[in-house]
């Protein structure tokens, strides 16, 4: 007898959805029950292409799915999902934006809004409303094409994913949401519909969505975080080995700078002169180098790459498009490169970067710059801006980073990281444990079998 297909709607529309379902075990995961079907979303044919290179089976589709305009209605509620937020981050952002504008009346307007209306009574009434008057059927298509048995978006704060799950709601389809970042539940907006489940990396997030977008405990699962799952089981390359490919000495000690990205251009390279200056000074010892990894979301200035022609770098990632964030990918030569570089680096150093958890997770030191080179700078040019937000709080409550305020203190705990990676170790391991939840190397497959156990 012939089992029943049980056909799973996935979106992978952004880069970290890749990261997150198709660079990870779930995937695999899923397609371990024979009886599955996967139709991956995507919004390019070109990333269709990329793809399905290297991510092909007889029960994956891909399907084109081009970023629709929204109008009306749905325009209404794309904007007020960020009013009904209230997070010292979302406070933040408001000055953020008046320092750049200077416009009051948006200012205050903007403040009494969310002041009165970021309330969890509001944010109900508004998420029925958005769903009884939006009318949006692009995906209905898809629906009557594949009779779906389950949708998972993987992008929740976004309004394809939100037209996806609006049409799966309406069907009585069942559907989970991936809340895919540490920060996005108190950095971005509230969910403008609410999954039957939703899955968080850890406690932490699982806490924020009660708070935040009303949803339940036990509509809430805590799968860790998929993209880890390689670090607890990683294979790095030889020392040799790395250390050749990066034009590096092995007996050298590395120092790694992983900059905030081009919206900090100017702060980032001011940091990486200041260190290639402290290390022809010996400040660090005659035994370091250093490597800069720029972002793999993210561009940099290539004018100021040639200004410094000797400086050692990464430069990870596929990038599909030019905006910073959105269309990008790390293959597996990518994912090896920054284990090999997690692996054999002894110290890091950077502004507010998620790189703490993952050093902290190899055993490695980290050190965030808590000043800016140049003075007299706008907030909204200040890296340090980031230590405000309430995921970064998170972070720095624990104590497994070593925030500096000045060249000396950046000089001295280098020096003292250099000399002994295990400072602070009992820190960082508080770090892992709140951060990551599970240390088993499970995780993807955790996600994945906790999907296809609602379509059982």
Known sequence: MNQKVKTIFLTIFEGVEAKNLLRTPVLSTLLADPAVRVILFTKSAEKVEYYEKEFSDSRMIYELAPRQPISGWDAVFAKLKFTLLRTVTTDLKRRLNYEREKNFFRYFGGLFANRFLAWPSVRKVVRWLDFILVRQNFYAPFFE????????????????????????????????GLINSWDKTTARCILR????????????????????????????FVSGLPQYDIYWQAKPSSREEFFNAIGIG???????YAPMGR?????????????????????????????????????FEKSEIEKR???KFDYPGKRFGSA???????????????????AHASVFISYASSIVIDAAIFGKPAINIDFEISKDLKL??????????????????IGGVRLVKNVSEL?????????????????????????????????????????LELIK
């Open 309 to 311: 022609p000797d400086l």
């Open 411 to 451: 000089t001295d705990w280098t020096k003292k990281y250099l000399a002994n990676s295990a400072l602070d170790k009992e820190a960082r391991e508080r770090l892992i444990k709140e951060q990551c939840q599970f240390t088993d190397g499970k995780s993807g497959e955790r996600l994945g079998r906790f999907i």
């Open 145 to 176: 094409k594949y009779q779906p048995d389950l949708v998972f978006c993987a992008h929740l704060f976004d309004e394809p994913e939100i037209a996806l799950l609006r049409e799966a709601k309406k069907r009585g389809v069942k559907t989970v």
């Open 193 to 220: 519909l609410l999954p039957d489940k939703a899955i968080v990396f850890n406690e932490i997030v699982k806490r924020e969505m009660i708070k935040y977008n009303e949803m339940s405990a036990d509509a809430l």
């Open 324 to 342: 910073r964030g959105v269309d990008w990918d790390m293959d597996e030569k990518d994912i090896g490169r920054l284990v090999d570089t997690l």
């Open 263 to 299: 919206a900090f251009g100017g702060c980032d390279f001011e940091v990486i002169d200041l260190l290639r200056k402290l290390l022809v000074e010996g400040k660090f010892g005659n035994d370091a180098e250093l490597l800069v990894r720029f972002q793999p979301n993210d561009f």
């Open 250 to 256: 092995s007996e050298k000690k590395l120092i790694v």
């Open 380 to 397: 909204a040019d200040r890296p340090t801006q980031y230590y405000q937000t309430a995921h970064y709080q998170n972070v720095l409550a």
